[in-house]
């Protein structure tokens, strides 16, 4: 099954300039404890970038960050913002082997269907390093539906994505919930997922104390 909704991507042709244009704050506290558990100059897989908000504070902590979206439209809007290059990506294109030290995925695997996310998950996996920091942010829920934009979103309970990300992957898995905004206006329940890739050896990718 394909991981792209194509209603979903036409929804963000047509309103990327107000969708990357809007006031919207970083993720700071989650992008600094994120930056804090690397070692500096990390590599970085950044998906869903969006207008490239979470992208210049990711920067700012000297991460080398590799920004995309699947969305041509926002990646180009993102590009101005940062002023480079931010690369047009489709979840299911990833096919990069142990080549990241991390990956930021805020508010944007929420879009891949149910069906799909467990072998995009399987990607991500795969692209990271031994002992790899993985963070993902979904809109909370019970069954997947669509919101007032025609936007796909797979709501997930923590239950149920605990096993799409399959547990025996990682070396820990940790799921965190608060409630917040977005695009819709609308109070959303969140789950935050910080993963970090198993290895049988010793790995530098992430700080331990």
């Not at 036409?10 to 070692?39: K, V």
């Not at 917040?180 to 969140?190: I, Q, R, S």
């Amino acid at each position: 099954m394909t991981a792209r909704d194509t209603a979903t991507l036409d929804f963000y042709a047509a309103e990327a300039q107000a969708y990357a244009g809007r006031s919207r704050e970083a993720e700071h506290a989650r992008i600094a404890a994120f930056a804090a558990a690397l070692p500096p100059g990390a590599r970085v897989l950044e998906l869903g970038c969006g207008g490239g908000h979470d992208s210049v504070a990711l920067l700012d902590r000297g991460l080398d960050l590799v920004a995309t979206d699947g969305s041509p439209e926002l990646a180009e809007q993102a590009s101005r913002r940062l002023g480079r290059p931010v690369g047009v990506l489709l979840f299911e294109d990833i096919d990069a082997t142990e080549a990241f030290d991390s990956v930021w995925a805020n508010a944007c695997l929420l879009h891949v269907p149910r069906a799909a996310l467990p072998g995009i998950l399987a990607r991500i996996h795969r692209a990271l390093k031994p002992g790899g920091l993985f963070y993902a942010s979904f809109k909370a829920g019970t069954a997947e539906g669509r919101d007032r934009f025609g936007r796909y979103f797979n709501y997930p309970s923590p239950d149920w994505l605990r096993s799409a990300y399959g547990p025996e992957r990682w070396q820990s898995l940790v799921i965190g919930e608060d409630t917040g905004g977005g695009y819709d206006g609308e109070p959303t329940p969140w789950l935050h997922v910080t993963a970090i890739k198993g290895t049988a050896v010793t790995s530098t990718a992430v700080k331990r104390p």
